[in-house]
């Protein structure tokens, strides 16, 4: 292999299919592959990820394995059970920046102990806009200067524990109506506003030390008009030059639409390079052959004289300082027992009669996830009844429910309706307010991102997130009382 394509394969990150290292994979990152992203498909429990990491990293010691691990909603570690630590909202809602340092700090003891070096974490967008399909309580919030500490705690606790942080979505993912995943986001913003709110949280990450920052694949006219992924006057111009920032840049999945869906992966390759990316995130389905075609892509650009071999290893060099120094970090071993427990049960907000004093009939309605998050596995009604055999427990998702039938169904029991993001799915709200009608003793658990709440109920529950700590502390507080 020529040092060329060598340095193209160090900015490369392919995702990986099954439970353990694949022969094409052992391969690669022999030949220099820069890291690997790994998914909830890739991992069985702790022990076999444990073997799968030290498998990739046998091969070379300074190859970065990566995986999104944020807390709450958004867990690969835990995705069948649900995660033990509260998402960014919660933590957002006690504001205590200690606690979501602590947070941090033991997830980073998680994962280095299953071998991942990079978690691409935290999201640093601040969600101005309630309809936000894709961020919403992965968001600290939507005051900027509340993020922006939190984003800078969680990367304290996440680099002291021997990890890279990951601030994300580069340049701000959070007042957008539409999800990066399946099509183009624009954000309308001018400079200035940006300036006040989008990046105050990015600059705070670079303040605390980040030592990656993943892009947003979105249009800000403000700033340029291509995609920030593959806009130099994004990643060069904002982010190294009037922010600073000299870390790696790691774009986000290149087989996401808004990038396959315009220029393609390859071509997305190579102008996010120009544009002074670092890391090239492929995606959860594009690994082996994929690696191939997109540093076949990157040689040919250098040869033809379209991206400078300069470039490539510049790149490719700031992922290797990343690779050494989490190999080499000095790990703060400090644990900090329940500590996701207790900043659930902290994040919680009560309003009303929310304690159950007869069996409970719980109605969970279940809307789509993000395609950031694992489908939900696990829900507070099946944590009710654990706890009470007497309770009862239904789950809805989109369609038509005879409310009637449901008030009925519930006769001698207290009602307890789940509710999600009811702003952003027109079945909810109705279904909410017609139950709510019917029984006003209602208690509403919310946990999704609260923008709008359902009048009338006896007794609402916040938990600002569906993480199964969030949940384990909802059940807690409705049998426990205050």
Not at 219 to 247: K, N, Q
Request: aromatic share 4%; glycine share 10%.
């Amino acid at each position: 292999m020529s040092d060329l394509h060598r340095l193209a394969s160090a900015c490369i990150f392919p995702g990986v299919g099954g439970l353990v290292a694949p022969d094409w994979l052992r391969r690669e990152v022999a030949r220099g592959l820069g890291g690997v992203v790994l998914f909830s498909r890739n991992v069985r429990d702790r022990e076999q990820l444990a073997d799968l990491s030290a498998a990739v990293h046998a091969e070379r010691g300074d190859v970065l394995i990566a995986i999104d691990e944020e807390g709450g909603d958004v867990t690969r570690l835990e995705a069948s059970s649900g995660s033990s630590y509260p998402g960014n909202l919660a933590l957002g809602a006690v504001d205590d920046v200690e606690l979501t340092e602590h947070v941090a700090a033991a997830i980073a003891a998680d994962l280095r102990a299953v071998g991942v070096d990079l978690d691409l974490a935290p999201v640093a967008d601040v969600n101005t806009n309630p309809l936000n399909p894709v961020i919403g309580v992965r968001s600290f919030g939507s005051d900027p200067d509340l993020v922006a500490r939190h984003v800078a705690a969680f990367v304290t606790g996440l680099q002291r524990g021997g990890v890279v942080a990951c601030a994300k979505h580069f340049p701000g993912h959070g007042a957008t109506d539409v999800d990066s995943h399946l099509e183009l986001p624009t954000v309308r913003a001018g400079l200035d506003e940006l300036q006040r709110a989008e990046l105050v949280p990015f600059r705070a990450a670079i303040a605390a030390g980040v030592r990656a920052i993943m892009t947003a694949h979105i249009l800000v006219p403000a700033i340029d008009d291509v995609p920030a992924t593959i806009s130099p006057a994004h990643l060069t111009a904002l982010l190294r030059e009037d922010l600073g920032y000299d870390g790696v840049v790691i774009t986000d999945a290149l087989e996401m639409r808004a990038i396959s869906g315009t220029v393609g992966v390859e071509e997305g390759a190579v102008l996010a390079l120009a544009a002074g990316a670092d890391a090239l995130c492929l995606g959860h389905d594009l690994e082996g052959e994929a690696v191939a075609d997109v540093r076949r892509a990157v040689v040919l650009a250098v040869e033809t004289g379209r991206l400078p071999e300069e470039r490539v290893a510049e790149a490719a060099g700031r992922v290797a300082d990343a690779g050494r120094w989490t190999r080499d970090a000095a790990v703060d071993s400090t644990r900090y027992p329940a500590v996701g427990q207790t900043a659930a049960r902290r994040a919680l907000r009560v309003d009303g009669d929310v304690t159950l004093s007869r069996p409970a009939f719980v109605v969970e309605c279940v809307p789509e996830r993000t395609m950031a998050a694992d489908p939900m596995r696990h829900g507070l009604g099946e944590l009710v009844v654990e706890r009470d055999p007497g309770a009862e427990a239904i789950r809805l998702d989109e369609g038509v429910a005879d409310v009637s039938a449901l008030a009925r169904a519930a006769d001698g029991k207290r009602i307890v309706l789940v509710v999600r993001d009811a702003q952003r799915h027109a079945w909810e709200r109705p279904l909410a307010e017609a139950l709510v009608g019917l029984r006003p003793d209602t208690i509403v658990v919310d946990v999704g991102y609260p923008a709008e709440r359902v009048a009338g109920a006896g007794g609402y529950l916040t938990t600002f997130g569906a993480g199964r700590v969030n949940l384990v502390a909802a059940a807690d507080r409705l049998f426990t009382g205050p």
